[in-house]
């Protein structure tokens, strides 16, 4: 599986498996989950009565398929490509800068089951029956205008099944839909680990730092740098001990305990 690591996060990945219009074979691409949109109450693929798969496509990539006969040759409006909240929060997960596209236009293909007039299913007296049967729609988001309505079951198949285009793979199998990731399995010992391990570094940083209070009385020469090792500066003491005139922040060292509860972890 050549996307392991968006797998194992995100717990569901997808593939699906088509035939190409345009280059005329058939082909196999990788689906991310937040492009796969199903219904609130799917529970597996083959039972779901619609699912619609988020496609990127370009301007000449639909103007080919329409030339071809595959989409209807109707005129689209300007496509108006966003980002959405989940793409969002890939990309600064993963460190990735978005780069606005404009030749680029959302397509939804949605499979669903449709009973549309002049094609319903009739019964041995030719009487419709209301029966909706699988059908793949294709729509282009911008100018909402229905690119494409096929059939999607085979005319040998007396139960008109939905052929399945898409195969899921689940890192872990979740309590519904959606398998569980890495993500949803030890992200929150992970969110502990990182909370130690900054507080231990803050407190080493913070124990080794020369900070505290001085006297109003005492004056040292050159008293906003920072004393190099093996340097001594003039003091102007008023009375009394240095000892008496400095205290140090308390800052602790470092905690064993939490040394310990990290490694655990």
């Known amino acids: ?9 995100a717990g569901s990945a997808f593939r699906k498996v088509y035939y190409d219009p345009h280059h005329k074979r058939p082909a196999s691409i990788f689906v991310p989950a937040e492009d ?35 989409y209807r040759d109707v005129d689209l409006n300007e496509s108006t490509e966003g980002t959405s ?18 030749d680029l236009r959302t397509i939804l ?39 494409s309505i096929r059939q999607n079951y085979s005319e040998t198949d007396a139960l008109k099944s939905p052929i399945q285009h898409f195969v899921h793979y689940k890192f872990q199998p979740g309590l519904g839909f959606y398998g569980f990731g890495l993500i949803h399995l030890i992200g929150n010992i992970a969110k502990s680990s990182t909370s ?13 730092l020369p900070a505290g209070f001085k006297a109003r009385g005492l004056r040292i020469k050159g008293d906003d740098t920072p004393i190099s090792p093996g340097e001594f500066r003039d003091i102007d003491l008023p009375s009394g001990a240095i000892r008496d005139n ?13 040394a310990q509860l990290l490694g655990v972890l």
């Not at 609130?40 to 006969?69: C, E, I, P």
Request: hydrophobic share 35%; glycine share 4%; with cysteine.
């Open 1 to 9: 599986f050549p996307y392991t690591t968006l797998f194992r996060s």
């Open 36 to 70: 796969l949109v199903v219904a609130y109450n799917t529970t597996d693929l083959s039972s779901s009565a619609r699912h619609t798969h988020v496609m990127q496509k370009t301007d000449n990539f639909v103007r080919k398929l329409q030339v071809d006969g595959f």
């Open 85 to 102: 909240d989940v793409k969002t929060k890939y990309n600064e997960l993963t460190g990735v800068t978005e780069v606005s596209e404009s």
């Open 109 to 147: 293909e949605v499979h669903c089951e449709l009973d549309i007039e002049g094609y319903e299913e009739t019964d041995t007296d030719g009487e419709s029956v209301g029966i909706a049967v699988p059908y793949i729609v294709t729509i282009d988001e911008a100018s909402n205008s229905v690119l």
């Open 196 to 208: 130690i391990l900054r507080q231990l570094i803050d407190a080493g940083t913070l124990s080794n």
């Open 246 to 258: 400095l205290m140090p922040l308390p800052f602790k060292e470092p905690s064993a305990t939490l």
